[in-house]
């Protein structure tokens, strides 16, 4: 699909910059806390800077069409590279900053990428392992000079030292007047969740449109606030903190470190917010573990309120109506626990929240919505430039992820696969034709690889699980692992679920253990452990995990379409799943078919009469060397409940 759209409208990303300096030149642009400090820039000078950092790239010898790797944590610089990449008529391709020196290497490679705009030495260290291998490399340019002194500086620069060289101004003007609605604005790559990362090429056209559309959709305002802590490397990210940034001219906050991130969330307060689903389930990990610890009067008065909170707190947000005591009740609440716990939570202020990348639990999603947070879902790849569907003030439902975005078209396969087409589109994959045209047909159709379906008067979309992870029992009954994995990431014992059973007579999972959570109730409990793998198996952990099972079991069986997906067998894994492994993505997306064939020996242990395994496997520590774990599993056969249609019998 394509867009219409005056000459004199915004064009490019740095069009867009030109007309907020325009517009509100001394509103806060971007904030950056650094040393404990918050530090701001202006639109008018966050302008300045990317100015000077382009001119130094055009002094450099950046050509149009180069592509300029960004690999670190959030940061304005890093933000301005991107921009100011733009402006020259590079490409910008940023990267994930815990990426595995080979993964950067790859990237490098496929997109042949001249520069590399780096945060600091470990970035840097990285690129120096495999230097030899990325033959297009030619400077790297650091962020963070602290360990880099006594390092060859011959192909490598400060940041700051190439802002202040200078350079050719009317050629860098020249090439970003000449940037048009269908020149490439970024290129990110796909996490890669069932094989190499692809390059994904998104045209200015893309990156306003869904910024303009999505902006509106949710009536965003230059006075809102944001909070920049998602990979760089996401496009999520991309669309927040430039695309929407730029569009609306709100301040995007980049936290000091991944440590600080919730503590200066609470500082900034941010009124627009996004987190996978990953960041609502720890925060309520966070919050259950400390009412455990805490005493008797104040859990009855946290669980009263909640109570009160889930049956009405959901109603008050959608402008349905309520009781005078309910009110009552509710307002008392929020005085005495939605309040203190949102403000605890950073959360007091947010108009609109988003959670997308995987499904939430229902139980956590309601969680929230009860505390009057007003979190909704969409639902989006890479290729649409994030958004395809997105759930309307008042139409906020846990068990759908809304209706089509402003200019996107939904349709369902004749296998249940849904399609989209939208502005949002994608040009292409980069270098891969052959990918393009699997994905994209000619009128412009993209297949998501997820199963889903529209439902009849409202319009919303429900996803069911992924295409290829989605299919029958031995029975023919149907199996979504996601969601069964889902109802039992609720728990905050449980950090990750992987469950099996296509083609088999049943289902049986492995679970990884929340080290926090459930290393609190071992030291509430008294209950010594000298490692995870000790405490993973420990017999009063394996039987509280029996105990969510059975609940889990109790909930799925009351699903008529899905109750034939309960669990029968399980174990609790030795290690967490972990990207360095290769066993999840690096947006935290499990692997299903790796961690299948990996951990084999362990499935078919389960689906045997085997009461136990022993079991060797390699891992990767943090420094890149390699190692091995060895344990004996304990394998628990879980409580399976009847299901609606037996218990009708």
Request: charged letters at 25%; proline letters at 4%; one cysteine or more.
């Amino acid at each position: 699909m394509t867009t219409d759209v005056s000459r004199d409208a915004p064009q490019s990303v740095p069009a867009l910059l030109a007309r907020n300096v325009a517009r509100f030149p001394d509103k806060p642009a971007f904030r950056e806390k650094e040393f404990g400090i918050w530090q701001s820039w202006t639109w008018a000078e966050t302008a300045k800077e990317i100015d000077a950092f382009a001119l130094g790239l055009l002094t450099l010898g950046a050509s149009e069409g180069d592509h300029i790797a960004i690999i670190g944590r959030n940061r304005p610089a890093l933000y301005w590279a991107m921009v100011a990449a733009q402006k020259v008529g590079c490409i910008p391709v940023p990267l994930y900053q815990d990426a595995a020196a080979e993964e950067i290497a790859y990237a490098l490679n496929h997109c042949g990428a001249r520069y590399a705009v780096v945060s600091d030495q470990e970035q840097v260290d990285k690129i120096a392992d495999v230097r030899a291998d990325v033959t297009a490399l030619e400077h790297v340019i650091y962020l963070d000079g602290r360990g880099l002194r006594k390092y060859d500086h011959s192909h490598m620069t400060s940041y700051y030292e190439i802002a202040a060289k200078g350079g050719d101004r009317a050629e860098m003007e020249r090439r970003t007047n000449a940037l048009t609605y269908d020149h490439t604005s970024v290129m990110l790559y796909t996490s890669g969740t069932t094989g190499r990362p692809k390059g994904v090429v998104l045209s200015n056209r893309n990156v306003i449109e869904t910024a303009k559309n999505s902006s509106e959709f949710d009536h965003l305002l230059p006075t809102d606030e944001v909070l920049a802590y998602l990979p760089m490397a996401w496009v999520g990210d991309f669309i927040f903190s430039v695309g929407q940034a730029m569009w609306t001219g709100f301040c995007v906050n980049c936290p000091e470190s991944e440590h600080t991130m919730l503590t200066d969330l609470r500082e900034i307060g941010p009124t627009y917010f996004f987190a996978p689903p990953r960041v609502f389930e720890n925060q309520l990990t966070s919050v259950m573990i400390r009412m455990e610890d805490a005493g008797r009067f104040k859990k009855w008065l946290f669980d009263h309120y909640m109570r009160v909170a889930r049956r009405v707190g959901p109603a008050l947000l959608d402008g349905k109506p309520v009781s005078f005591g309910d009110k009552v009740s509710y307002a008392l609440g929020n005085i005495l626990v939605y309040g203190p716990l949102k403000n605890t939570l950073g959360l007091s202020r947010i108009r609109i929240g988003y959670t997308a990348g995987e499904a939430i639990g229902p139980e956590i999603f309601d969680f929230y919505r009860a505390l009057g947070i007003n979190l909704k879902q969409l639902y989006g790849q890479t290729e649409a430039t994030v958004y395809i569907t997105q759930q309307p003030d008042g139409e906020v439902r846990s068990d759908t992820v809304g209706v089509p975005s402003p200019g996107v078209e939904l349709k369902i396969a004749d296998n249940g696969e849904v399609f989209y087409r939208s502005p949002g589109v994608f040009v292409e994959y980069y270098k891969n034709a052959e990918s393009t045209a699997s994905t994209k047909d000619a009128e412009g159709w993209v297949a998501t690889g997820d199963a889903g379906f529209i439902e009849e008067g409202t319009g919303h979309l429900r996803i069911i699980d992924r295409a290829k992870d989605v299919g029958k029992m031995a029975d023919g009954s149907l199996f979504a692992p996601k969601y069964v994995e889902n109802k039992l990431k609720f728990y905050p014992n449980i950090l990750e679920a992987v469950v099996f059973g296509a083609g088999r007579d049943r289902c049986c999972a492995f679970i990884n253990i929340d080290l926090t959570a459930v290393g609190n109730w071992a030291e509430r409990n008294n209950i010594a452990y000298s490692s995870y793998q000790e405490l993973s198996q420990h017999p009063r952990v394996l039987e509280m995990i029996d105990g969510h099972v059975a609940e889990v079991n109790a909930s799925v069986a009351q699903d008529e379409m899905l109750a034939g997906c309960q669990i029968h067998r399980f174990l609790v894994l030795h290690k967490e799943l972990d990207a360095d492994d290769g066993e999840m993505t690096r947006t935290r997306k499990v692997r299903r078919a790796v961690v299948g064939q990996k951990f084999d020996d362990l499935v078919n242990a389960l689906y045997s009469d085997a009461a136990e395994i022993y079991t060797e496997t390699e891992v990767t520590y943090e420094d890149g060397r390699k190692g091995k774990i060895k344990a004996t599993l304990n394998i628990r056969n879980a409580i399976v409940a009847p299901t609606m249609k037996v218990a009708a019998e």
